[in-house]
């Protein structure tokens, strides 16, 4: 890195922590610190509620899940406008109505202490696991690609959001959004521009198109039933759909973002612009992990993207065999190119037949060099089965380095950090406000002390911060970063969910029933996903409906037996 790269990321990251310290300082009680005063309009609750879905996995792995499997994955998103009608239309109305701090508080006024403190608990195991992945994620990845320390790293980004978020709270989560969320799509627009500007002179974009689409990287849809496919059309919109409701309708970290809007209307439109510009950002980014895709069908890549993994090998017993392989890689680089070339010559000629066989040389061609990673794979893990051998996460990472230029370096790596920080802020927000509001307030004694509430959320937003950087100290890689977090969020989210179902629509069931119901429904679904038996975004739908059955049948059977007897 240049000095000029250092001057922009370090210059960005400390405009942003300085501004939010600055433009939030003095918050006077807990409604300015964990509401914002509710005076957010609905552009700051738009971009608020994005900035803390889109974390610095999306940036690092999304596109490397385009390089690796296409456009496949923007299905996922596929129920989100479904779901903000519904929680435009039930949740917002009764959070505001009702006046509640939080999501879980409401669940009190419907059942009971003991659900109110379940639902909290859950979610705090849940986000905890993600806020420190949040840290972890472009942690690892910096530091595998700089050479940085990874302990010193996670330390560097936790410290910079705890500093402006337990300063401000809610109003300097949603004010830094906005300028990370500036940031950040002003980053990825540059590098897509830049991918665009280094393919071959005679590679349009629309014929980048079509070399993407030669590989089969532009198959966005897909209508497959088998519930064993872990990204179709009816996951997304079904599956998709009710991750995302729980998410944003029951994850403080989402909640607190429209809790904050001046009225239902602002919170309304926030949800409705995050619903309308959602799938649109997602496919970009996508987008620009196929680009790099095919900037890499003429430019030479690494048999295994992530440094520290192809390092571990050229240091073993393994090194020859791994060079041996790198030497075939180079030469599939060189018929790559060749069969790409061909297929261009065939598309200007309109040539159907000779394009058709074009796009069977090249398919194959790909399938001999995935065979080849895999072989690759295979030796690192031999060499050192501590290393990550999965490098979707490195892909992009790797064009930034060693491609883009100075300055643009600094400024994507800005937007890396940036990311992480934003979701970070609004997981540690949530976090301390849970605990200060949900377990300690309920249980602690009253007092007069009016600044109680406001000391304790700082406390424990701090606290969370710190447990936040040990879990990223401690975590590790796991297949692809995004689907991690998602994955975690599967496992509990649809359990809340139904609880709030039945707290909605389905009056007649009480307390009991539902605390039971969701104990039992949770170790379910743990173990259905430790046992695999469907794909991870099916366990919301699953857990949701659980949980509303057992609900349902444990209410039942409870009021048959305790019906008074019918006199005669």
């Known amino acids: 890195m240049a000095a000029l790269d250092w001057i922009i990321l370090s210059g ?4 942003i922590v300085g501004f939010g310290v600055w433009r939030t300082r003095g918050s006077r009680d807990v409604e300015d610190y964990v509401r914002g005063g509710k005076r957010a309009k609905w552009l700051t609750v738009g971009l608020s509620v994005m900035a803390t879905q889109a974390s610095a996995i999306t940036f690092l792995s999304t596109p490397g899940q385009a390089f690796h499997d296409g456009m496949g994955f923007v299905q996922f998103y596929f129920g989100l406008p479904l779901a903000m009608i519904i929680i435009c239309m039930v949740f917002v109305p009764i959070y505001h109505h009702l006046k509640v701090y939080t999501a879980y508080e409401f669940l009190e006024k419907r059942f009971d202490l003991k659900t109110r403190t ?13 806020a420190g992945i949040t840290i ?3 942690s690892i990845i910096l530091s595998a690609v700089l050479g940085w320390d990874l302990t010193t790293l996670n330390i560097i980004i936790g410290i910079l959001v705890i500093i402006y978020t337990v300063s401000g709270g809610t109003k300097a989560v949603n004010v830094t959004q906005k300028q990370q969320m500036f940031v950040i799509m002003l980053g990825m627009f540059a ?42 059309f009816w996951s997304g919109i079904t599956g998709g759909m009710f991750l995302m409701l729980a998410y944003f309708g029951t994850d403080q970290s989402q909640v607190q973002r429209y809790l904050s809007g001046k009225s239902v209307r602002e919170s309304q439109l926030g949800l409705i612009f995050n619903a309308i510009l959602k799938i649109p950002m997602q496919f970009f980014i996508l987008l620009v992990g196929v680009m790099v895709f095919v900037f890499y069908q003429y430019n030479p890549s690494p048999l295994n993207f992530n440094p520290a993994a192809t390092k571990a090998v050229l240091e073993s017993e393994y090194a020859q065999q791994y060079k041996t392989l790198q030497a075939a890689h180079e030469e599939i680089q060189v018929d790559k190119k060749m069969a790409q070339d061909a297929f261009s010559q065939a598309l200007e000629l309109k040539e ?32 050192d089965p501590a290393v990550e051998t999965n490098d979707k996460d490195y892909v992009f990472i790797h064009f930034i380095l060693n491609y883009l230029p100075r300055g643009v370096i600094g400024l994507l790596l800005a937007v890396i950090l940036s990311a992480a920080m934003s979701s970070t802020a609004s997981e540690l927000n949530a976090l301390g406000t849970i605990t200060a509001l949900d377990l300690y307030k309920r249980n602690a004694r009253e007092t007069d002390d009016k600044g109680r509430d ?3 959320s700082r406390l424990f937003t701090f606290i969370w911060g710190v447990i936040a950087i040990l879990i990223a100290c401690v975590a590790d890689l796991f297949d692809n970063l995004i689907q991690l977090v998602n994955i975690i969020g599967s496992i509990f989210y649809g359990n809340v969910l139904g609880i709030f179902l039945l707290a909605f629509f389905i009056r007649f069931v009480r307390g009991n029933a539902v605390f039971v119901a969701a104990l039992i429904t949770q170790v379910v679904v743990i173990v259905g996903w430790a046992n695999d038996w469907m794909s991870y975004l099916w366990l919301n739908a699953f857990g949701c409906t659980l949980v509303i059955l057992l609900a349902l049948l444990l209410e039942g059977f409870d009021r048959m037996l305790n019906r008074p007897p019918v006199r005669v």
């Open 136 to 138: 972890f994620a472009p």
């Open 454 to 456: 406001l000391r304790m």
């Open 352 to 383: 159907y037949s000779a394009t058709i066989d074009a796009k069977q040389n090249i398919l194959s061609i790909n399938q001999r060099e995935r065979n080849q990673r895999e072989v690759a794979r295979e030796l690192i893990r031999q060499a």
């Open 118 to 130: 379940l639902a909290a608990l859950l979610f705090l195991v849940q986000r905890g696991l993600s």
């Open 191 to 232: 590098a897509f521009f830049f991918i665009l500007g280094y393919l071959p002179t005679d590679i349009s974009f629309g014929k980048a198109l079509k070399v993407a689409g030669a590989s089969d990287k532009l198959n966005i849809l897909n209508f497959d039933l088998d519930t064993d496919s872990r990204y179709t």
């Open 12 to 15: 960005t990251l400390l405009f």
